[in-house]
């Protein structure tokens, strides 16, 4: 096809997605704004943020992809005009999910005795333990606002999130600055004061969605007709059948680069906290690319609702071109401005030197990080999850961790060699997942 025959769906997709985009660095600004204030308290303080939140990350990501489970049947069946089904799927999305999250909350105030078990220094976890529980705290309210997220998104509305994830945003770095530091008379707590201004930018997000919904008679009128509804068994284990394997498909990456950190911990201070800036950044770009990936989940979902399979196909190229040209540039900065960045978050020059070497390896695997979240969301949009869940665990776990301790440990490559695995598991990756998208093509006739 043309490049002019893809303008049209670039401008919807972006329409859609530049909401997502903003809400998506809104979520990982909670992060990056904790690690830039925190690093210049101090490398240990930095090292402790990058090893609680890489553990918190695992827990975090399971409970989101479970969320994600609902955007293509509510897509679906906006597709096809079905209101009725919208409102039973947001009924038992709604149930499912608490329950999930209830689960989820009780595993990770767990997991926070396994803590000293993985291998950190002391002094990197005595800060860590008291952040991590903070960290636990916030995630009740973070699901109940990702559920409504979800729904909404389905049906096509991206930008009430974007508000509320902005707006949330502020008060995590009032919040911050105030107890990091010790500001306008309150104590000066350090990571802590992180910690506390994450659960407190956390709180408040479910609650704008209240009042979002309450002052919108549209909005309004979902929740009234979904309170009429009963529970269906059936519908719940949809929503989790599709939930889980995305939840799960997120968990194994976010394992693998939780595995990694434990690894740079094992290399010292310096190694993780220049993991983390280097990861801050790269994480930041892959919120971009997510952005625009979850913009097409809803699209492809959309056309497949409308059986309109040769829109959803040309669709989804058009999101795979959108994030392809953006994380091409993301290389050339992170290549060009890899010795300037990690000022962002420390002045400690032995960890501005190792995150620099870092995010060259960032920038090679760039391309491959947005091939392959563009096709996990265009997958999903298909409701084709299984499989997908499948490929990450060989893509991140049995090709990716090996490669990053063998290279790390082995070849005595030190903190870089991590990061090589993570180049090579993200092009095993992307690679397999196109392999399943064209398969699916074929499936539907389609070349």
């Given at each position: 096809m043309k490049i002019q025959?893809?303008?049209?769906?670039?401008?919807?997709?972006?329409?859609?997605?530049?909401?997502?985009?903003?809400?998506?660095?809104?979520?990982?600004?909670?992060?990056?704004?904790d690690n830039m204030m925190v690093g210049h308290v101090g490398t240990t303080e930095l090292a402790a943020a990058a090893f609680a939140n890489s553990v918190f990350m695992i827990g975090m990501v399971f409970g989101m992809g479970v969320t994600y489970g609902i955007t293509p049947l509510v897509g679906t069946a906006f597709g096809k005009n079905d209101r009725k089904s919208m409102i039973?799927?947001?009924?038992?999305?709604?149930?499912?999910?608490?329950?999930?999250?209830?689960?989820?909350?009780?595993?990770?105030?767990?997991?926070?005795?396994?803590?000293?078990?993985?291998?950190?220094?002391?002094?990197?976890?005595?800060?860590?333990?008291?952040?991590?529980l903070l960290l636990c705290a916030s995630y009740l309210p973070f699901m109940a606002f990702f559920s409504q997220k979800q729904f909404f998104e389905g049906i096509g509305n991206t930008k009430m999130a974007m508000h509320i994830t902005l707006l949330s945003n502020v008060v995590n770095i009032v919040v911050n600055y105030l107890f990091i530091f010790g500001k306008f008379g309150m104590p000066e707590l350090g990571l802590l004061g992180a910690g506390i201004g994450t659960l407190a930018s956390r709180i408040i997000m479910p609650l704008l969605f209240a009042l979002y919904v309450r002052r919108n008679p549209a909005f309004r009128s979902y929740f009234s007709?979904?309170?009429?509804?009963?529970?269906?068994?059936?519908?719940?284990?949809?929503?989790?059948?599709?939930?889980?394997?995305?939840?799960?498909?997120?968990?194994?990456e976010v394992t693998a680069f939780?595995?990694?950190?434990?690894?740079?911990?094992?290399?010292?201070?310096?190694?993780?906290?220049?993991?983390?800036?280097?990861?801050?950044?790269?994480?930041?770009?892959?919120?971009?690319?997510?952005?625009?990936?979850?913009?097409?989940?809803?699209?492809?979902?959309?056309?497949?609702?409308?059986?309109?399979?040769?829109?959803?196909?040309?669709?989804?190229?058009?999101?795979?071109?959108?994030?392809?040209?953006?994380m091409s540039l993301a290389a050339l900065l992170f290549i060009t401005a890899r010795k300037i960045l990690p000022y962002l978050f420390t002045t400690d020059v032995a960890v501005i030197e190792v995150a620099a070497?870092?995010?060259?390896?960032?920038?090679?695997?760039?391309?491959f990080d947005g091939l392959q979240v563009v096709m996990q969301s265009t997958l999903r949009g298909m409701a084709d999850v299984t499989q997908p869940m499948?490929?990450?665990?060989?893509?991140?776990?049995?090709?990716?961790?090996?490669?990053?301790?063998?290279?790390?440990?082995l070849l005595d490559f030190g903190p870089q060699g991590i990061w090589f695995g993570y180049l090579v598991g993200l092009l095993t990756a992307g690679i397999l997942f196109y392999f399943r998208f064209k398969r699916n093509l074929r499936r539907l006739d389609l070349r």
């Open positions: 025959n893809y303008i049209p769906f670039y401008k919807r997709n972006l329409h859609l997605a530049l909401p997502i985009v903003l809400s998506q660095i809104g979520q990982v600004m909670v992060a990056l704004v039973v799927w947001l009924k038992n999305g709604t149930f499912s999910h608490a329950i999930a999250s209830v689960a989820l909350t009780g595993v990770m105030f767990s997991v926070y005795f396994f803590l000293p078990l993985m291998g950190q220094p002391e002094d990197v976890l005595q800060l860590a333990r008291p952040y991590y007709e979904a309170r009429l509804q009963l529970v269906s068994r059936k519908k719940v284990i949809e929503v989790l059948k599709i939930g889980i394997p995305i939840g799960f498909q997120l968990i194994v939780a595995i990694g950190a434990v690894m740079m911990g094992w290399l010292g201070e310096t190694a993780l906290a220049a993991h983390q800036v280097a990861i801050g950044l790269a994480s930041t770009t892959y919120m971009i690319s997510l952005g625009v990936s979850q913009a097409n989940t809803i699209r492809v979902s959309h056309q497949m609702g409308e059986k309109d399979y040769v829109a959803m196909k040309t669709a989804a190229f058009a999101s795979t071109h959108l994030v392809l040209a953006f070497g870092l995010l060259i390896i960032a920038a090679i695997f760039q391309l499948f490929i990450s665990f060989i893509a991140y776990l049995l090709v990716g961790i090996p490669t990053s301790y063998g290279f790390a440990f």
